[in-house]
């Protein structure tokens, strides 16, 4: 079992809708753990909890496809009660909420869209993202001082994954140490064990790089704390052992926050998830 399917596992609870999880402290930030991971847990037990009784491939289960998430409070590591509701379900696309619970205080709100696979048009206006193949991208090599702070600071989230950067002023050599540039960092990107990704692997990695302000803050710990997130999945992997190739951008920030924009891409030009997300600047 890869660690991110067991750090997102959970287990039905004493109450209809509700499930016993535990928050790892292997996806840890400042203080608190990361927002994409808190995402991949809460979205994995949020399509069980709307689909009682169905298997993932019954004809009337439904997966998700869009979900909101209010980080009210830092969860802590540890045990936690992740409580689901079905505000409403059709043939086709339910409502559902959820809670994440610890000593009954709600940590984390979401609400989602869960929908079949339905028959219509399709078409892709958008202009999906380019990089050299990922055999030809080095890994991310983490400044040494960078990783000394990261490590004093508790942060355990650059140990679960693997880039190598490229978008944007991610692309090595773009700028020189120390230099601002454009708010847009990002590349190929996949858990650190070669993990599969699916649609909850594609949630928690809208909230995976670091942040793009630290282009425009070098020298600060690479830390924007999310306050609202919504993650769309469009498409799985057609290869979900495959590096995704993902862009994160922060066009502005104004009174101590800032918006940040994320699209995922498979190498087949492939849109596969986007996203945006509130967060704090200090």
Known sequence: MSRFHADTAFTP?????????????????????????LAGLIA???????????????????????????FMRAPKPGSARIETA?????????????????????????????GTTRPGPE????????????????NLVADPEMAELAATMGMTIGLRYSLKPW???SRPGLLAPGESGEAVVGGWIRFSDNA??????????????????????????PVAPTVELTVQVRNEPLDPSDWVLAKFSSPYAAEGY?????????????????ARQLAVVT
Do not use: C
């Open 13 to 37: 609870g004493s109450a209809p809708g509700s499930f016993e999880v535990d928050v790892s402290d292997g996806w840890w930030v400042v203080g608190a753990p990361n927002g994409g991971y």
């Open 44 to 70: 994995r037990v949020i399509e069980a909890g709307g689909n009682p009784g169905l298997d993932d491939g019954d004809s009337t289960y439904k997966r998700i496809r869009s979900v909101t998430f209010h």
């Open 86 to 114: 079905i505000e409403r379900t059709g043939r086709s696309v339910a409502t559902v909420t959820a809670r994440l619970v610890q000593d009954d205080v709600v940590q984390v709100f979401a609400v989602a869209t869960l």
């Open 123 to 138: 078409w892709n206006d958008l202009v999906a993202l380019t990089a050299p193949d990922p055999d030809e991208v080095p």
């Open 167 to 169: 978008i944007g002023s």
């Open 196 to 221: 599969p990704i699916d649609r909850f692997g594609l949630v928690a990695l809208a909230d995976a790089w670091a942040p793009p302000i630290i282009v425009k803050l070098p020298g600060v710990p």
């Open 258 to 274: 800032t918006v940040e924009d994320a699209e995922i891409w498979d190498r087949h030009g492939r849109l596969l998830a986007t």
